[in-house]
C-alpha cells in the first residue's frame, strides 16, 4: 500500500470507533436527563479526560507547537495560564457546582442553574444566558468545522469542503444518538489518542536530534533568546496570555462536566487526573515544538512550510505511515471532541432553557430526547453553513469566544456558588457588561496591549455586587439552598477523607 493508503486506513479505523462509541452511547440513553447530562453518572476519570479533550482542541496539537516553534518559550504564558486556570476550577468550582445543581431543583445547564440559584420568575436570567451560549457556540461549531476541512485539505490534499462535511457528518451523527454519554465517552478516547500521540512524538524526537542536550544545542544555534520565558514579551503581554486561565470558570462546555458527575466527592480524583493529563499534553507539545526547531536545523534539507504543522511533520518524518495515520487522527480527535461538547450545550440550551420556555407541554421521555436530537441538528446545520463559505470573520469572531464565556459566565458562577447576596438583577447586569466590554475591548487598540478578558472579568465582578448589593432582599429558600450545597460539599468531603 501507498503511504496514503495507509493513513487513510488508520483515519478510517479511528472514525468508526468514534461511530461505535456513538451507538453504545445510544443504546443507553432513554430520557432528557440521560442525552443532557448521562443521568449524573459519569465517573471521575470520564468526567476529566472529557473536560481536557473538550477543552483543548486543535489549539493543542497545532497552535501551541506552531506558537514555540516561531517565538520560543515566551508563548508558553498560555499554556501556564490555562493549567493554572484549570486547577483552580476543578479545586473550588467542580464541588460546589455539583453540589449546588443538585440541590436547585436538580438543575441540568449553566442557565437553568442560575435560575434555580437565584429564583429568578421573570426567567429573563435563563434567556439571556441560552441565548449568550447558542450565539458564542454555534459559530465556535462552525470554527471547528472549518480546521476539520482544513486539516483534510493540508494533510490529504483533498477539497475543503469534502473534509469539512466528512468531520461534520461523522460528529453529528455520534453526538446526536449518543448525546452528552456519546460526546464523553468518544472525549475519552481522543484525549487518550492525544495523550499518547503528544507523548510518543516528542520521546521519539529526542532521540533523532542526539538527546536533550543535542536539542538545546540546536536550539541555540537557531536563537537563544528561544530558551528564554520572557525574551520578547512586555509585562502587558505576559500577563494577557496567562489570564486565559479565567476563562475557565464560564465555559459551559467545561463545568457541564462538573454537574454531571456521581457526586462532589468525585471532584478530588478527577482534578488529579485531569491537570496530570493536562500537564503531560502540554509539556508534550512544548517538547515537540523544540524537538522540531532543533530537527529542522539540523537538517536544512528539509522545508516547514506552516509551523502549525510542525507536529504532523515530525509525525511524517519519524513513524510508519498507518502510525503517522493515527497522530494525524489524534490532532482530528482533538477538533471534534470540541465540535461534540459544544453541540450538546447547544441543544441544551435550545431545548432545556429556551423551548422549554415558551411551550406548556410537559414532554414525555421520548420527545425530551427527540428534541435535543433536533436541537444538535439545527444547530450542526447552521454551522455547517456558516463553514462552508470559509469565511475569515468566523475564525476571528472564535477568538472572542474564550473571553466572552469567561467574562459573561465566569463571575456569575464564582458569585452564585460562594456569594450569598447574588441578585437576579446583579447576574443579568454583570453579564451584560462583561459581554459588552469583550466586544468594544477586543474591537479597540487597547486589544494589542491586553487581552480583553482581563478587564471584561472585572468589570462583570464589580458590577454585579454593587447591583446586588442594592437590590438584595432577604431570600429563606435561597439561604436554605446555599446552606444545603455547603454541607453537601462537606459531608462528601469528610466521607472520602474517612475512607
Not at 469534502?162 to 448525546?179: D, E, K, Q, R, S
Not at 512586555?234 to 462538573?258: C, E
Not at 487598540?445 to 471584561?456: G, H, N, R, S, T
Request: aromatic share 10%; hydrophobic share 55%; with cysteine.
Amino acid at each position: 500500500m501507498t503511504d496514503q493508503t495507509w493513513q487513510y486506513f488508520a483515519m478510517a479505523l479511528y472514525m468508526l470507533a468514534m461511530l461505535g462509541i456513538g451507538w453504545y452511547a445510544y443504546r443507553r440513553t432513554s430520557d432528557l436527563d440521560d442525552y443532557m447530562l448521562a443521568g449524573r453518572g459519569l465517573k471521575p476519570g470520564v468526567a476529566a479526560l472529557s473536560a481536557g479533550a473538550s477543552d483543548m482542541s486543535g489549539w493543542l496539537l497545532l497552535g501551541l507547537p506552531g506558537a514555540i516553534y516561531l517565538s520560543g518559550l515566551v508563548e508558553i504564558w498560555i499554556a501556564i495560564g490555562l493549567t493554572i486556570g484549570a486547577w483552580v476550577n476543578w479545586k473550588i468550582v467542580a464541588p460546589r457546582l455539583r453540589s449546588y445543581t443538585e440541590v436547585s431543583n436538580n438543575s441540568i445547564t449553566v442557565p437553568s442553574f442560575l435560575e434555580n440559584r437565584l429564583k429568578d420568575r421573570s426567567r429573563v436570567l435563563r434567556v439571556v444566558s441560552g441565548v449568550i451560549i447558542l450565539l458564542f457556540f454555534t459559530f465556535y461549531v462552525s470554527s471547528g468545522m472549518v480546521a476539520g476541512g482544513v486539516f483534510f485539505e493540508s494533510s490529504f490534499n483533498s477539497s475543503y469542503v469534502l473534509g469539512m462535511i466528512l468531520v461534520a457528518g461523522v460528529t453529528i451523527a455520534y453526538t446526536l444518538f449518543g448525546g452528552f454519554m456519546g460526546a464523553t465517552y468518544t472525549d475519552v478516547a481522543q484525549g487518550l489518542l492525544m495523550l499518547v500521540a503528544l507523548i510518543v512524538v516528542p520521546v521519539i524526537g529526542l532521540f533523532q536530534v542526539g538527546g536533550f542536550g543535542g536539542m538545546v544545542d540546536s536550539i541555540r544555534a537557531v536563537d537563544p533568546a528561544m530558551l528564554n520565558f520572557v525574551a520578547g514579551g512586555s509585562v502587558l503581554a505576559i500577563i494577557s496570555a496567562a489570564a486565559w486561565g479565567l476563562g475557565y470558570f464560564g465555559q459551559p462546555h467545561i463545568i457541564v462536566r462538573f454537574m454531571a458527575m456521581r457526586s462532589s466527592r468525585d471532584a478530588a480524583t478527577g482534578r488529579r487526573i485531569g491537570i496530570g493529563w493536562m500537564i503531560l499534553t502540554v509539556l508534550g507539545a512544548v517538547l515537540t515544538a523544540l524537538v522540531g526547531i532543533a530537527y529542522f536545523e539540523q537538517n536544512p534539507q528539509l522545508a516547514l512550510g506552516d509551523p502549525e504543522a510542525v507536529f504532523l511533520e515530525l509525525s511524517q518524518v519519524f513513524f510508519h505511515p498507518f502510525v503517522a495515520g493515527v497522530v494525524l487522527a489524534a490532532v482530528l480527535a482533538a477538533i471534534m471532541s470540541t465540535i461534540s461538547s459544544q453541540l450538546v450545550v447547544c441543544s441544551s440550551a435550545l431545548v432545556e432553557d429556551l423551548y422549554n420556555m415558551v411551550s406548556r407541554k410537559t414532554l414525555t421521555p421520548k420527545q425530551g430526547v427527540l428534541l435535543g436530537r433536533l436541537g444538535v441538528l439545527i444547530v450542526a446545520v447552521v454551522a455547517i453553513m456558516l463553514a462552508s463559505s470559509r469565511n475569515d470573520s468566523i475564525l476571528t469572531l472564535v477568538a472572542f469566544a474564550w473571553a466572552g464565556f469567561g467574562a459573561s459566565f465566569g463571575p456569575t458562577i464564582l458569585l452564585s456558588l460562594f456569594w450569598r447576596k447574588l441578585t437576579t438583577q446583579g447576574a443579568l447586569a454583570g453579564m451584560v457588561v462583561g459581554a459588552v466590554v469583550v466586544f468594544a475591548w477586543g474591537n479597540s487598540p487597547l486589544a494589542d496591549q491586553l487581552y480583553e478578558i482581563v478587564p471584561a472579568f472585572a468589570a462583570n465582578l464589580v458590577v454585579a455586587v454593587v447591583v446586588s448589593r442594592l437590590t438584595w432582599k432577604p431570600n429563606a429558600q435561597i439561604e436554605a439552598e446555599f446552606d444545603e450545597a455547603v454541607r453537601g460539599v462537606s459531608r462528601r468531603t469528610e466521607a472520602a477523607s474517612v475512607s
